[in-house]
């Protein structure tokens, strides 16, 4: 009742104690999630959360839009900001039960959320030609802002990592090529035959990079006050 208390002596158990010794910092390890289009978050738990209904949506969407712009009229333009906003809100939803998910899993599990840094990804990333409108019309910023702020309110930290080679680097042994990428699903590193889910391999080197960050100290980590 006084406040925080230093120094209380307590006894435990050698298991106890050993469990004790090996916590790193505030956090028992990351949660590391994947953000992609064909699966628009994967963690390294294994959980895929699926775009293909949301990639579906957009698409009846883009052909609306299509065919709305092609008349020109009035009632048209009314029609089209409708849509867009309407679109927006789908977006905004599917962004909230997504982000609610990882920070739940993460406070339930005691453990930190790994991102990428996805600055500029829409200028860095290269996208075949049928995934780019997809690529623009991607709320990453947005869905990685609902997962910051719903963290921060459970008290979950958040890094933020490079994504450099997270596709192409085995989570196993680390061997890093860009031919460990076989395609878009699967993953086969050259080197010791780790065969994953690209996009869950990707996600468990984006929660050892969160938790190397996190041990060198080179985070702001959360008030536990």
Sequence with gaps: MAGRLKGVPFV????????????????????????????????????????????????RKRDLRSKLQKKRTRSAARVLKRQR??????????????????VTTAERTSRGIGLEDLTGIRQ???????????????????????????????????????????????????????????DQARFVCRSCGTVLHADHNGSRNIAHRADAVWQRGAVNRPSTA
Aim: proline content about 2%.
């Design 85 to 102: 906003r309407k679109e927006a809100r789908y977006a905004t939803q599917r962004n909230h039960i997504i982000a609610k998910k990882l």
């Design 124 to 182: 860095r990333v290269t996208a075949k030609k049928d995934q780019r409108a997809r690529l623009s019309s991607w709320a990453f910023a947005q869905l990685g802002s609902f997962v910051e702020y719903k963290a921060k309110r459970a008290g979950v930290p958040v890094v933020h990592v490079d994504p450099r080679n997270t596709s192409r680097q085995c989570s196993e042994c680390r061997h890093t090529h860009r031919t460990n990428r076989v």
């Design 12 to 59: 435990c158990s050698p298991e106890a104690m050993k469990l004790l010794a090996s916590r790193k910092g505030e956090s028992d390890g990351f949660l590391g999630v994947d953000l992609g289009i064909v699966n628009i978050a994967t963690t390294s738990d294994g959980r895929i959360m699926s775009g293909r209904q949301a990639n579906r949506y957009r698409q």
